[in-house]
């Protein structure tokens, strides 16, 4: 366990430099690190997770991805699934992890960045204890990892159970009776259906999951046709 006396000792040494460093290594910091390597350009890639993919690892245990495993590959490498499988999160935290291997990255786990600070014209990177000085900094942290709770939550009663999705693994952790989701969009719709794979009114197409707003969006684009939602509407005018 490091003192708060070796603290000040290793952040009086002179700070580590290299040209760029990527804050995030989720999709976005990954695929980034993709090309910066492709360009043999020298770079690091800190992230507060433990693992590659633990992003996706820590969400809720029935998550299935709202698009097809098509569309959910990196630069360089398809994901591994029948291109019309809409896989679960452990598998796309896989697939990130094998990712970052295969490619080489040098992802830094565990380094949560908690100060960005210009130094002249370079930047000064500071994760715990750990000060990096870069000529380039891209910020690859995305916003979804801060939930929002509205205000009025604390007004509810306290005898009601609240849990953000950030929290949320299984419906082990709901008191019994009836269950409010608020907010109809991927995450509401995902832990409605509770991981299940084909609704029963759904026409056969294993995998396809009804009334969320991406799924609506791919199909609209690619099978229109095959789709309830939109059999018998007329083509939009232009
Ligand atoms: C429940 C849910 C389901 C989704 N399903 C789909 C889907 O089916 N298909 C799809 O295309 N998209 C889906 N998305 C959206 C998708 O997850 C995001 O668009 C994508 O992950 C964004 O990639 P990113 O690299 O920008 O951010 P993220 O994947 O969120 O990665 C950001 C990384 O930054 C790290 N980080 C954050 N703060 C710091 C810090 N201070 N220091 C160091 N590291 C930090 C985090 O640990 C994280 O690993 C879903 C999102 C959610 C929340």
């Given at each position: 366990m490091e003192t708060e006396r070796n603290l000040l000792e290793r952040l009086d040494e002179d700070p580590e430099s290299i040209e760029t460093v990527i804050i995030g290594g989720g999709q976005a910091g990954l695929s980034t690190g993709y090309y910066l390597a492709e360009q043999g350009r020298s770079f690091v890639i800190l992230d507060?997770?433990?693992?590659?993919?633990d992003a996706w690892r820590k969400r809720w245990d029935s998550l299935l991805l709202f698009t097809p495993a098509r569309f959910n590959g990196l630069p360089g490498m398809p994901f591994?699934?029948?291109?019309d499988k809409f896989v679960n999160k452990d598998e796309m935290a896989d697939y990130l992890e094998a990712y970052a291997q295969r490619m080489e990255l040098p992802v830094r786990g565990g380094m949560t960045v908690d100060r960005l600070s210009q130094q002249g014209d370079r930047f000064l990177v500071s994760a715990g204890g750990w000060r990096l000085v870069a000529d380039n900094v891209i910020v690859?942290?995305?916003?979804?990892q801060v939930p929002w709770v509205p205000?009025?939550?604390?007004?509810?009663?306290?005898g009601i159970a609240q849990l953000h999705s950030k929290e949320y693994k299984s419906p082990s952790q709901l008191h019994g009776g009836p269950v409010l989701i608020v907010g109809a969009g991927n995450s509401g719709a995902d832990i409605a259906i509770g991981g299940r794979q084909e609704p029963p009114d759904m026409d056969g197409r294993q995998g396809v999951r009804p009334h969320t707003v991406p799924d609506r969006a791919v199909v609209r684009a690619e099978r229109p046709h095959q789709h309830r939602a939109f059999r018998g509407a007329s083509r939009p005018e232009r």
């Open positions: 507060s997770h433990e693992r590659v993919g591994p699934a029948a291109r690859a942290m995305s916003n979804c205000p009025f939550a604390t007004d509810l009663d306290p």
